[in-house]
């Protein structure tokens, strides 16, 4: 979304700005998110500091990964008919096989959704 592309790039701004300020004290990795220093995140201070809060808050199942959205992305992008060779492509997969066999518990739905489509062009 534009919005989102924008504020990515005011945050960008401020964070070469606040580099600036530190100095030779920032580690400069080319990172959009990173610690107060310019190092990479880890991944369990993410999940412990803000993903589970995040998700506490939200009243979302304490089983929930960060993981999850990745398949909850790709269930919602293939459940609205999005061609599953760009959800593919979208998730990184090596090949559409990997994406049809993770995903195949979204396939009847999507059956279902050619079956009313072919029905409306010769219904």
Avoid at 24 to 42: M, R, Y
Avoid at 77 to 82: A, K, N, S
Avoid at 83 to 106: A, W
Wanted: glycine share 6%; proline share 6%; net charge positive.
């Amino acid at each position: 979304m534009p919005e989102d592309v924008e504020a990515l790039k005011r945050y960008r701004e401020w964070q070469r700005t606040y580099a600036d300020e530190l100095g030779d004290v920032f580690e400069w990795h080319n990172l959009v998110f990173t610690s107060p220093f310019g190092a990479p995140i880890s991944p369990t201070n993410f999940s412990r500091r803000y993903f589970k809060p995040l998700i506490k808050k939200c009243r979302i199942a304490d089983g929930f990964t960060f993981h999850c959205l990745r398949h909850t992305h790709a269930t919602l992008l293939l459940q609205q008919g999005v061609n599953p060779k760009i959800v593919q492509e979208r998730l990184g997969h090596s090949s559409i096989k990997v994406t049809m066999d993770t995903y195949s518990h979204v396939l009847p739905d999507m059956q279902k959704q050619a079956v009313e489509a072919l029905g409306k062009l010769f219904g």
